[in-house]
Nanobody, 122 residues
Framework: VQLQASGGGLVQSGGSLRLSCLAS????????MGWYRQAPGRLRELVAS???????EYADSVQGRFTISRDNTKNTMYLQMNSLKPEDTAVYYC?????????????????WGQGTLVTVSS
């Protein structure tokens, strides 16, 4: 499967952006989807995740400001980011974990998009 992230850009503090992640290829499996981010000099961290049953988790730092969602009919996942802060500046990556492949013990079951840069100015 291939993941294509888009929607990043430059926004002022307090502004909003909506990221999209389009999946293509072998999308018929069952995936946990998520958004990660990596700021300069920092480790990549989980921002939000959503299961096939729409169970959602958020990092404490974005709880109440970001909303993750998925539209399986469009093979697309979204991240609505509101009340953005300068500390949200990072490259955002979409991620998909193929649960079927993982349960079957296959070696390849994690997929990453190419990243989209979000810059929040103060």
């Amino acid at each position: 499967v291939q993941l294509q992230a888009s929607g990043g850009g430059l926004v002022q503090s307090g502004g909003s952006l909506r990221l999209s992640c389009l999946a293509s290829g072998e999308t018929h499996s069952i995936y946990i989807m998520g958004w990660y981010r990596q700021a300069p000099g920092r480790l990549r961290e989980l921002v939000a995740s959503i299961t096939p049953g729409n169970t959602i988790e958020y990092a404490d730092s974005v709880q109440g400001r970001f909303t993750i969602s998925r539209d399986n009919t469009k093979n697309t996942m979204y991240l609505q980011m509101n009340s953005l802060k300068p500390e949200d500046t990072a490259v955002y990556y979409c991620h998909g974990r193929d649960l079927v492949s993982a349960l079957l013990g296959k070696t390849e079951y994690d997929y990453w998009g190419q990243g989209t840069l979000v810059t929040v100015s103060s």
